[in-house]
């Protein structure tokens, strides 16, 4: 693979700008603090599209992606649209010789991922999934704590995340576009889990409810409605797993959005906060509590530049990318079909 001699050469561009969290100008910014050149913009909104000079005065425009490709030097591009366009975005900027990065989750089948995959490694290019979260405090404190053999051996992680409520206006509430409702904190949350749990992934079983909200008058989708609430098991070859659950219909959901259960404690986590819970010898619960650290979500893009200046290995890997949609994705199917399905590997 190509080496750039430094971050400057590495001129960055984005295919989506604007809209919900303006994640283009996001992108571009950590890009540039990475020490890489915002280049090009790729936007269907002309409003949206005029706004990327304001923000980085001489960056190209285009109104296609087949125009920046065409006309562009962009080597390094990062796609920032709905779920279901990440895959052949991606292998349309492959193929034109550029590495790319794609906003989670990588894509919406585990299909989709080994053909970017495979394609990058042909092309010898960098395929990439925005896990900036990686880096999030609380889930560097969990690590602390668990490789500090607080917790003992680690049983189960489990994740949960919703509430009561009719879903957003918006293509996120699409299933065909979007996935499903496990797909967007979802992959957050199993991105968390596979840093603690590091081992073969050996089967997933999926549930669903499905058909309240989609009933409601003034859903944007109500035939391609996300479910009403999901759940997935996985079992992992340690004998560990991972609960997760995602709801829309739970009017009561408990504290936190993460537990780390293990053989000597448990360590649970709600954002800025954690509480630590050991068992002693007589019966009594040690509790230590505190502030999780701040994020550093900039590691990302700094990671990114220096895989492609000094060779430094890459951490958010197609391959790590690839592992949160391969559970989704059987999750899904094994709602669908009412049994376990069996992982599967390159």
Not at 7 to 15: D, F, M, Q, R, T
Not at 213 to 239: G, M
Not at 268 to 282: E, F, K, L, P, V
Not at 330 to 337: D, E, H, I, P, Y
């Amino acid at each position: 693979m190509k080496r750039y001699s430094s971050p400057s050469k590495i001129k960055a561009a984005v295919i989506g700008y604007g809209g919900q969290y303006s994640m283009g100008r996001q992108h571009l910014t950590e890009m540039q603090r990475a020490g890489m050149v915002p280049t090009a913009v790729v936007e269907l909104d002309a409003t949206r599209l005029a706004l990327a000079p304001k923000d980085f005065p001489g960056i190209e425009t285009y109104s296609s992606v087949d125009e920046m490709l065409a006309k562009s030097a962009a080597n390094l591009i990062t796609v920032i649209t709905p779920h279901n366009t990440h895959s052949p975005l991606a292998l349309k900027c492959l193929g034109a010789g550029r590495h790319c990065v794609l906003e989670k989750p990588m894509a919406i089948t585990t299909a989709e991922c080994d053909r970017m995959i495979n394609f990058a490694k042909k092309k010898g290019l960098v395929v990439s999934t925005y896990h900036n979260r990686h880096w999030d405090g609380w889930i560097m404190k969990a690590l602390e704590v668990v490789k500090s053999g607080a917790l003992g051996d680690v049983v189960r992680v489990d994740l949960h995340m919703g509430g009561h409520g009719k879903p957003g206006n918006y293509w996120r509430s699409s299933k065909s576009i979007s996935g499903g409702i496990l797909y967007d904190w979802g992959v957050h949350l199993l991105e968390y889990a596979l840093q603690i749990i590091d081992s073969e992934i050996t089967e997933v079983s999926g549930y669903a409810w499905e058909g309240f909200w989609a009933k409601h008058p003034e859903h944007p989708y109500p035939h391609d409605a996300n479910e009403d609430e999901a759940q997935l098991l996985v079992r992992f070859k340690s004998a560990q797993r991972i609960n997760l659950m995602l709801s829309s219909v739970d009017a009561n959901t408990k504290p936190g959005f993460m537990e780390i259960v293990g053989t000597k404690g448990t360590h649970w986590i709600d954002w800025g906060h954690y509480q630590t819970t050991q068992a002693q010898s007589n019966g009594e619960k040690q509790i230590y509590q505190g502030k999780n650290p701040p994020s550093e979500s900039h590691r990302f893009y700094e990671n990114i530049a220096a895989h492609l200046t000094k060779g430094k290995a890459l951490v958010i890997t197609g391959e790590w990318a690839r592992r949160p949609i391969h559970i989704l994705d059987l999750g899904v199917q094994s709602a669908k079909q009412g049994k376990a399905l069996r992982a599967k590997y390159h």
